[in-house]
């Protein structure tokens, strides 16, 4: 998989600084399974997506859906394991992040987000 820095444009904050691009459908089903944590400064981004479960985590996580044009349509903050997402049918992508992480960069919907190079 490859890396891309995550950058919230509206707030000047960097999300993650390497987050693994999830966009075969295997890395998707895979998604941060098997992890212990996700740590400071990293992330998980999954495009397509509308939905995100947590079923066999073993940690919380801080999920934002966007647009096609990068914006947040919907940030659900220290989601844990075991759970299922509500579908956003305006969603393309979806980014995990370590939970406190949207609240620590003061995401929220209507901001615009970019993918760079790590």
């Not at 349509?73 to 370590?98: D, I, Q, W, Y």
Request: glycine letters at 10%; one cysteine or more; proline letters at 7%.
């Amino acid at each position: 998989m490859r890396d891309v820095k995550l950058v919230n444009l509206t707030r000047g904050e960097v999300l993650a600084e390497r987050a693994a691009v999830a966009e075969t459908p295997g890395s998707q089903r895979r998604g941060l399974l098997g992890t212990d944590s996700l740590p400071d400064g990293g992330g998980l981004l999954i495009a397509p997506c509308r939905q995100v479960h947590t079923f066999g985590m073993r940690y919380a996580i801080d999920v934002v859906f966007v647009d096609a044009s990068w914006t947040v349509k919907r940030v659900v903050h220290a989601m844990k394991p075991g759970r299922l997402s509500s579908v956003v049918l305006s969603s393309r992508a979806v980014l995990e992040l370590p939970a406190g992480k949207a609240a620590a960069t003061a995401t929220m919907p209507g901001d615009l987000l970019d993918a760079l190079p790590p």
